[in-house]
């Protein structure tokens, strides 16, 4: 089982769309969960970072958490043609230094 | 000002040559990372450096050594180059807080594409 398990998509998704992106994990003892957002030929950079059970929201996107299942989701409403990229999911434990990256799900958001 | 930057952008080499690519974080973070991205978009972590001390080393082919001078500086050397190594390199850096509160965002450079004939 991989660390790390995200659907590698592509998901396509009309613009002004909700997209649902997920994400779960094997290591019980992951505390911090970062999602990153990649553009081809880019480097990735943070969109949003959850670390207590439930949603957090920051203006178009959410982020869900839920520890018992192993599983967090990233949403976009409202989607936009400039949200097409990679989208990486990567949980932290504390003490390891270490984030551990999925293989990312490519979204498309078409016009 | 760029907060992490990687020299050189591009680097294309011959099988069998030893190259380096330099990184500095401008941030004062005291840890810093070396990733490897594959074609497959995979990102792996290959090192990790807290204050100048080596805490993350994966199972990476000692052809690989990394070298941290400084907090700030996280260099990457590779000796007799493979053709499997063709890949972008990310250096990366954070602030960790010591265990009792989440890490810092991690923040990358804008990675360097190795190219191996």
């Known amino acids: 089982q991989k660390e790390v398990e995200q659907n590698s998509g592509p998901l396509s998704v009309p613009e002004g769309a909700i997209a649902s992106l997920n994400c779960t994990y094997s290591d019980r003892g992951s505390q911090s969960f970062f999602w990153y957002r990649q553009y081809s030929g880019k480097s990735p950079e943070l969109i949003m970072s959850i670390y207590s059970n439930g949603d957090k929201e920051d203006g178009r996107f959410t982020a869900q958490l839920n520890k018992a299942s192993q599983y967090v989701s990233l949403l976009i409403r409202d989607s936009q043609p400039s949200d097409s990229a990679t989208y990486l999911c990567?949980?932290?434990?504390?003490?390891?230094?270490?984030?551990?990256f999925g293989t990312g799900t490519r979204l498309k958001v078409l016009a | 000002d760029t907060a992490v930057s990687q020299t050189p952008k591009y680097l294309v080499t011959q099988m069998g040559n030893d190259k380096s690519i330099k990184c500095e974080q401008n941030?004062?973070?005291?840890?810093m990372y070396w990733y490897k991205q594959d074609s497959k978009k995979f990102l792996k972590i290959m090192f990790s450096y807290n204050n100048k001390e080596l805490i993350i080393n994966e199972t990476v082919p000692n052809r690989f050594s990394p070298k941290s001078p400084d907090k700030a500086h996280l260099n990457l050397h590779i000796n007799s180059l493979e053709l499997g190594d063709s890949a972008v390199y990310f250096c990366a850096s954070s602030q960790d807080r010591g265990g009792r509160a989440p890490p810092d965002t991690q923040y990358f450079g804008p990675g360097t594409r190795l190219t191996v004939l």
């Open positions: 990567a949980p932290y434990t504390s003490g390891t230094y270490k984030y551990i």
């Open positions: 941030l004062g973070h005291d840890t």
